[in-house]
């Protein structure tokens, strides 16, 4: 486990340099972006400059969580500061809303009074934001597949990427036909992307928050893999959740023969060594039982009623 932690601090650390460096290079574009758009009386420009100044914000949020995520377990937080993470990706997918809204709004007032846009400019600032956009992509993309800090960090910027080619397309549309409502008709594009992808985030922090169980786990199948493993003969309270994204825990109750302790320690390693490398759980607590329980109830409800605590359990079916 101490390996284990000094490999994830190191992975932090790199992942950090790499959103200092995105986020030093975002902040000096959009100075430059914004300039240019209101010269240009663009909205595809300040539409990508406004997205480039929430994506500094971006960054330095998912900076700092990945910082604190470093920090050790203690009394008070005993599974340490992972969720961190998947606070910093709720408040950035929540951000990508709002910004949608904002182009949303602006690009239908530009629709109904299209003004006129400097197509050169458009053109030759959408360029340089590509080629911005898609190295401060590319530093963040590393490890961001199981991170969803991260990914959250990494949508942003290929939000940017996107506005930049949207950006690159009205200039030309604009300089060809001359009509400037490709400007905010790019922009609205742009808007519909970035929803979708906050929202694909903004849906997967809120099941880690619920501890819901991860969506490539199949809970049935799980039991029928439990029950191959050598010494189990029946599981129930079940529960499979996720401190965040690649950090997946698992507790259950374990039915074996009435067998000594030194036997049932065997069976919990082949157990936690079966679903580490099956499914990458990387905790896995579990309570031996030989008598006294009903292996068919696969998950309990924990609810309060009264002032007194009731534990429900319910016989598993396939849905």
């Known amino acids: 486990m101490s390996h284990s932690h000094q490999h994830d601090a ?19 574009f959009v100075v430059f972006e914004a300039i240019a758009g209101i010269y240009a009386n663009s909205l595809a420009l300040l539409t990508d400059a406004a997205h480039n100044l929430t994506d500094v914000l971006a960054l330095a949020l998912s900076w700092w969580a990945l910082r604190l995520a470093d920090q050790p377990s203690h009394a008070g937080k005993t599974y340490g500061y992972h969720r961190a993470g998947i606070l910093a990706a709720m408040v950035n997918s929540s951000t990508l809303v709002v910004i949608a809204i904002g182009i949303f709004y602006e690009s239908y007032r530009r629709l109904l009074e299209p003004p006129p846009v400097a197509e050169d400019i458009l053109m030759t600032v959408g360029a340089a934001a590509f080629v911005v956009n898609g190295l401060t992509a590319w530093l963040v993309s590393h490890g961001s597949e199981h991170d969803l800090n991260l ?3 990494f949508v942003h910027l290929m939000g940017d990427l996107f506005s930049s080619v949207g950006a690159v397309a009205a200039g030309v549309a604009i300089w060809l036909t001359g009509i400037n409502w490709f400007d905010p008709l790019a922009s609205v594009l742009i808007g ?3 929803v979708w992808n906050a929202w694909t985030i903004l849906r997967e922090t809120v099941e880690i928050l619920l501890e819901s169980t991860p969506r490539d786990i199949d809970m049935s199948q799980v039991v029928r893999d439990l029950m191959q493993i050598e010494g189990v003969r029946g599981v129930h309270d079940l529960h499979v959740w996720s401190i965040s994204k690649s950090l997946r825990m698992l507790s259950a109750h374990i039915v074996t023969d009435d067998i000594p302790i030194s036997q049932g320690v065997l069976i919990q390693r082949r157990v936690n060594n079966f679903m580490g490398e099956r499914y990458s759980i990387a905790h896995s607590t579990l309570q031996l039982e030989c ?5 068919d109830l696969l998950y309990c409800d924990i609810t309060k009623a009264n002032g007194h605590t009731r534990v429900d359990c319910h016989a598993g079916h396939d849905h």
Do not use: D, F, H, Y
């Open 10 to 28: 190191a992975g932090n650390g790199n992942s950090r340099a790499r959103l200092a460096l995105s986020l030093l290079v975002t902040l000096a």
């Open 151 to 153: 990914r959250s960090a």
């Open 192 to 194: 519909l992307l970035i």
């Open 291 to 295: 008598e006294g329980c009903e292996p």
